[in-house]
């Protein structure tokens, strides 16, 4: 499951967000710019993470997920955990049951064990999360929402800045909060 990329400093908002090769659970590669002309959506994951688990226990990213795929938006989740490092040692089997059990369903799980498209974005946390215009440019990084801590009770109060950069892109408007802080468990390179 190998990763290519042009090494070069984080992706910036406002840039076009650089393309890669990652492998998905079904051994076939994904091409970012195979999803030009889409929204894209990525999201960098650790299974074993609290915070990931906050917002896939409670089913948060998960409606998210399936709504905005509803509209056509492409949804790629990425974990960079190293082999080894929490999060990193899965079999695609065991990604797939986990993805079933929280009722997840990306449009492809990649795996980037070596880091290099986690490096390239900046990742350095799960979740992180990455909204691309259908023209390639990146429009959104950082947290799923305002509120920073593990507990699902904060969900229902917390403002979605993702849900909000993708209705912001659809309709042609500025990402009010572009850049946000992400957080979480840091990525395990």
């Known amino acids: 499951m190998a990763g290519s990329a042009t090494v070069r400093a984080a992706a910036t908002v406002g840039d076009t967000a650089p393309d890669f090769m990652l492998t998905g659970l079904d051994g076939q590669p994904h091409h970012l710019s195979d999803y030009r002309g889409k929204l894209v959506v990525l999201e960098w994951n650790n299974p074993d993470c609290p915070i990931v688990h906050k917002h896939y226990d409670s089913g948060n990213i998960p409606k998210l997920q399936h709504t905005v795929q509803a509209q056509g938006v ?3 989740m990425i974990n960079s955990s190293a082999p080894g490092q929490q999060g990193g040692d899965y079999t695609p089997v065991q990604f797939k049951a986990w ?3 929280h009722h997840s369903a990306p449009d ?6 070596d880091g290099k498209v986690g490096h390239l974005y900046g990742a350095k946390t799960t979740p992180h999360l990455f909204v ?19 507990d699902q009770a904060d969900i229902p109060r917390a403002e979605n ?25 840091s990525v395990k390179y």
């Open 74 to 76: 492409v949804w790629l």
């Open 99 to 101: 993805l079933d059990q």
């Open 108 to 113: 492809a799980y990649l795996r980037d064990p």
């Open 132 to 150: 691309i215009r259908p023209d390639g440019v990146l429009a959104y990084q950082g947290g799923i929402d305002s509120i920073r801590s593990a």
């Open 161 to 185: 800045y993702v849900a909000e950069a993708v209705l912001a892109v659809q309709h042609g408007q500025p990402v009010k909060r572009a850049n946000t802080a992400a957080y979480g468990c």
